[in-house]
């Protein structure tokens, strides 16, 4: 009987699980459409929205097999939506990196403006778009059983990941790093999801991610900033705001390296095995993905 028990437990566990899998998956939209209409400035409500379709993304990578085309059709049209506003966020992102090295140029405002424009030009399809998304996600349902789908898909975010980071960020190409970035990512909104199940090791390895990615975006921004100054050509102190770049990203470089080194220390199947025990004793827990 105590044997039958634990059985039945374990599979309420799972259902909990697939549960708040989806919820999660539906809340999202509903947050993205307050954040478009939120009254604060335009950059940071432009940074918000795109870290949800971000955290959708990386959801949505989790789904069961029966929801698999759905859920990839979903996360297409979600990158969709993160890409319309990625010209306003480079334009902000370089006019702060701008501001803070040369305070003197003054380019914060002008990447204010350009964010404004464009969340005024892009916000009315953006709604429709999320709100078709959403009443698609609504339709969707699970079969009452106990597999748990979530250990296999976040294993293979975690072992292409960790095979990637073999590459060693002091080296890789931006392209490559810039892809590699994607992955960590989806490995760190899958971790923050997960991490109620073990709050010792998911939300440590949840932390690293989160600043790997830092560390592998400002070297992305820096080489932005770079191909800005190679267009548009500073009046004076180029070759000081070069080198200076350089100096930033040498640096940003080697530290994601020795994160990269610890966040990827256990091999995929070790980690699988820890969550997939982890969920079989523990119910999930409500956090914030952005």
């Keep these: 009987m105590a044997g039958r028990s634990q059985v039945e437990a374990r599979a309420a566990l799972a259902r909990q699980w697939s549960r708040h899998w989806l919820r999660a998956c539906r809340e999202i939209p509903e947050r993205a459409l307050g954040v478009l209409d939120r009254p604060d400035e335009p950059g940071r ?3 918000d929205f795109r870290r949800l379709m971000k955290a959708w993304r990386a959801l949505l990578r989790l789904a069961p097999a029966a929801l698999a085309e759905e859920a990839r059709a979903v996360r297409r049209e979600a990158g969709r939506l993160r890409r319309r506003f990625g010209v306003a966020r480079d334009a902000d992102v370089v006019a702060r990196i701008l501001a803070k090295l040369c305070p003197a140029r003054g380019t914060q405002p002008q990447g204010q403006d350009a964010a404004g424009e ?10 429709r778009a999320l709100r078709r998304l959403s009443e698609r996600v609504a339709g969707w349902s699970l079969p009452d059983h106990a597999d748990d789908f979530r250990t296999p898909a976040f294993r293979r975010s975690y072992r292409k990941a960790r095979r990637q980071a073999g590459g060693d960020p002091r080296r890789m190409d931006v392209e490559s790093l810039h892809g590699w970035r994607t992955r960590i990512v989806d490995l760190g909104y899958q971790l ?3 991490s109620s199940a073990d709050l ?5 390895l949840a932390r690293r991610a989160e600043r790997l990615r830092g560390r592998l975006g400002e070297v992305i921004d820096l080489n932005l900033v770079s191909r800005h100054l190679a267009e548009q050509p500073p009046p004076e102190s180029g070759s000081w705001l070069e080198h200076e770049i350089e100096r930033r990203t040498v640096r940003q470089r080697r530290r994601a390296a020795k994160l990269a080194a610890r966040l990827f220390a256990r091999r995929p199947r070790r980690v699988g095995a820890k969550l ?12 914030k993905l952005t």
Excluded at 118 to 127: E, F, H, K
Excluded at 200 to 204: C, D, E, K, N, P
Excluded at 276 to 287: L, T
């Design 118 to 127: 464009l969340l005024r030009g892009q916000r009315d399809s953006a709604r």
């Design 192 to 194: 923050s999801f997960l």
């Design 200 to 204: 010792a090791l998911l939300t440590r």
């Design 45 to 47: 409500r432009i940074h």
């Design 276 to 287: 997939q025990e982890a969920i079989s004793r523990r119910p999930p827990r409500r956090i």
